[in-house]
């Protein structure tokens, strides 16, 4: 079997570079080592309306709009943050990947499930991958191969890219539980809740939740800060029955090469996640975007040389290169900060003005917008809490990522 490209991992990342290639006329092959498409589900499904207009979703995938958050302090401070208009949208997440897996085969991509892909040796054409599933084993060459094989990439290793900043591992549910509010999420932060990250209920309406918690480094299991916050939030946690458990990890950076001999990274692959959320989709879309840009173009060419694929590293960091060093600056503040700090940042923003710009201005896709909004509260702030509030503002982006 020859292709001229081979995408290795079938969530939105992989299905919509597959797409996007196949519309030039090129064969594509997706190998997706899950059985079916989009399980099992790895994210909580919170995105917003530029990443369901980037995907061109029909509404009828929205399960629950959402219009703000509670934001819990590690000393039981609450900043609460509403915004009509919409905060953030919840979503079939499942349904979200098989919809991008179908276009990508629409446009006449090939979609191969429960293949585990391995690849084999280089040469002057192209590629050997090895296709193995429950029925046997095969060998397809490509001329391109592109790694969208999540956080642990294979693809990745293999051309020796560089390792993320950072990895999140988290641990999260579906639950049946009782949510009075649910057009209102709860981020809960603290060193002794989520050393490094935070944890949060998502309503999907009155009666059921995604709940998660993500911590960084290595340590004890998330899946122990996932039971230490339902114990010290016994009012938000009460009655809350456990439907279906899973867990993951989140690369955290700005990988300098995403590229390789005859190899593209896309999507978690490519550490396409926000540092502050870390949220992917968004940013896996605009990855496969640029990547079939640069994909199409060197097969054109008959150009398949790093050389000649760097440019997709050149147009990545023209685009998103400036806001994720912001967001990532803002994570470094942040993992800097005491408990008590994040209590006096959540008091201070507390605040009738400072809410009311918050929810003018908040971009969960771009927070470094509201961080510059946000930094005419200095002169106001010093004065509460003299030098260090510097570090605490210069994380304020962050309130409502």
């Known amino acids: 079997m020859n292709y001229d490209v081979i995408v290795i991992g079938g969530g939105p990342a992989g299905s919509e570079t597959a797409r996007l290639i196949a519309e030039k006329g ?13 399980e099992p589900i790895q994210c909580a499904g919170l995105i917003s309306l530029r990443t369901l207009q980037t995907a ?24 609460t943050i509403r915004d009509q208009g919409g905060y953030a949208f919840v979503i079939d997440r499942s349904e979200f990947d098989r919809k991008l897996s179908e276009r990508a085969q629409c446009a006449g991509a090939e979609i191969l499930t429960g293949i585990r892909a391995s690849i084999g040796e280089f040469f002057s054409g192209g590629a050997s991958v090895k296709l193995k599933s429950r029925g046997g084993e095969s060998i397809a060459k490509t001329r391109l191969l592109i790694g969208a094989d999540g956080s642990k990439s294979h ?5 020796n890219a560089p390792q993320a900043e950072d990895v999140i591992r988290m641990y999260a549910a579906e639950v049946e539980l009782k949510c009075l509010e649910k057009d209102m999420v709860h981020i809960f932060l603290g060193r002794e809740i989520a050393p490094g990250w935070f944890g949060w209920v998502i309503p999907v309406d009155e009666k059921y939740a995604r709940v998660g918690i993500g911590v960084s480094g290595k340590g004890k299991h998330p899946i122990s800060y996932f039971n230490r916050i339902v114990e010290t939030y016994p009012g938000i946690f009460k009655g809350m029955k456990i439907v279906r458990a899973t867990g993951g990890v989140v690369p955290i950076g700005l990988l300098p090469r995403m590229y390789g001999e005859r190899t593209l990274l896309v999507g978690d692959a490519a550490c396409q996640t926000k540092p502050i959320s870390g949220g992917g989709l968004y940013l896996g879309l605009l990855g496969a975007e640029i990547c079939a840009k640069v994909a199409t173009k060197a097969l054109s060419k008959g150009n398949l040389s790093p050389e000649f694929l760097s440019e997709y590293q050149w147009l990545w960091e023209r685009e998103m290169a400036d806001e994720i060093q912001i967001a ?12 008590k700090e994040m209590d006096q940042l959540i008091r201070f923003f507390s605040h009738p003005l ?3 710009v918050i929810s003018r201005y908040g971009d969960v896709d771009y927070p470094s917008r509201l961080a510059g909004k946000l930094s005419f509260a200095r002169p106001w702030a010093e004065k509460f809490f003299m030098a260090g509030f510097k570090k605490i503002l210069n994380y304020c982006s962050a309130a409502r990522a």
């Open 354 to 356: 400072w809410q009311s």
């Open 155 to 159: 693809v990745a290793r293999r051309i």
């Open 56 to 79: 061109v979703m029909p509404v009828g995938i929205i399960i629950n709009q959402i219009n703000g958050a509670f934001v819990h302090s590690p000393g039981g401070e609450v900043l």
């Open 26 to 38: 090129y064969k594509v092959l997706v190998a997706e080592e899950h059985r079916k498409i989009g």
């Open 328 to 339: 990532l600056r803002h994570r470094n503040i942040f993992l800097t900060m005491s408990d």
